[in-house]
């Protein structure tokens, strides 16, 4: 069964703080990894994909790939009420099967 | 990002009637599209993988002679709910995966908000 595990939160953080969410999954043959912010009462929206070891930036978003210990983790820095949703990481494996993890809740305070 | 459309973006309908709702990846082609079902503060649950020229490969649970999918172009997908009960009630989400540059990721559509009465 492959398996992607995130903690569900809530993950609360002040205005102007880095959110640290993280993620591992099963299979050690994964090739393409993502970060999607889903918004309450709205559809997933890709924000960061990541398709080899180390780091990538975007903006205030840096996403990390650890595959020898099959561990995955976005960073937002200056985090902003507006960042406060729901992300999903979801892996693709070495089958071409993407899966999703349940989510992790951020809430930042103003 | 590439963009996916979905139609309608909330439907009512009696019980008893049958839905369809259509998924388009408007500035791709994608020969693989996805249907998902998420409850309120559920996670996304996947119903089905919806192949270009193909039957439908749907997951454990999912009824398929209840959960009509059809996939006539590289650019549209089509999920027919038929015969729908008040339980059918959900957030209908479909997803296109694009292959740009060898790199496959999947957009999702806006969602369609169906109420069955």
């Known amino acids: 069964q492959k398996e992607v595990e995130q903690n569900s939160g809530p993950l609360s953080v002040p205005e102007g703080a880095i959110a640290s969410l993280n993620c591992t999954y099963s299979d050690r043959g994964s090739q393409s990894f993502f970060w999607y912010r889903q918004y309450s009462g709205k559809s997933p929206e890709l924000i960061m994909s990541i398709y080899s070891n180390g780091d990538k930036e975007d903006g205030r978003f840096t996403a990390q790939i650890n595959k020898a210990s099959q561990y995955v983790s976005l960073l937002i820095r200056d985090s902003q009420p507006s960042d406060s949703a729901t992300y999903l990481c979801a892996v693709i494996d070495r089958y071409s099967t993407l899966t999703f993890g349940k989510g992790t809740m951020l809430l930042v305070s103003p | 990002g590439a963009v996916v459309s979905q139609h309608p973006s909330r439907v009512i309908c009696k019980s008893g009637t049958s839905v369809k709702i259509e998924c388009r990846s408007l500035d791709f082609q994608a020969t693989t599209m996805f249907w998902y079902r998420q409850f309120p503060k559920k996670s996304l649950m996947l119903m089905a993988t919806?192949?270009?020229?193909?039957?439908?490969?749907?997951e454990q649970g999912v009824e398929k002679d209840k959960f009509l999918i059809n996939h006539a172009s590289l650019t549209l997908s089509t999920l027919t709910v038929t015969s729908a009960h008040p339980e059918d009630s959900s957030f209908y989400i479909c997803?296109?995966?694009?292959?740009?540059?060898?790199?496959?990721?999947?957009?999702f559509g806006p969602g369609t908000r169906l109420l069955v009465l």
């Open positions: 997803s296109a995966r694009s292959l740009a540059g060898r790199q496959e990721t999947q957009y």
């Open positions: 919806s192949n270009e020229g193909s039957k439908a490969t749907y």
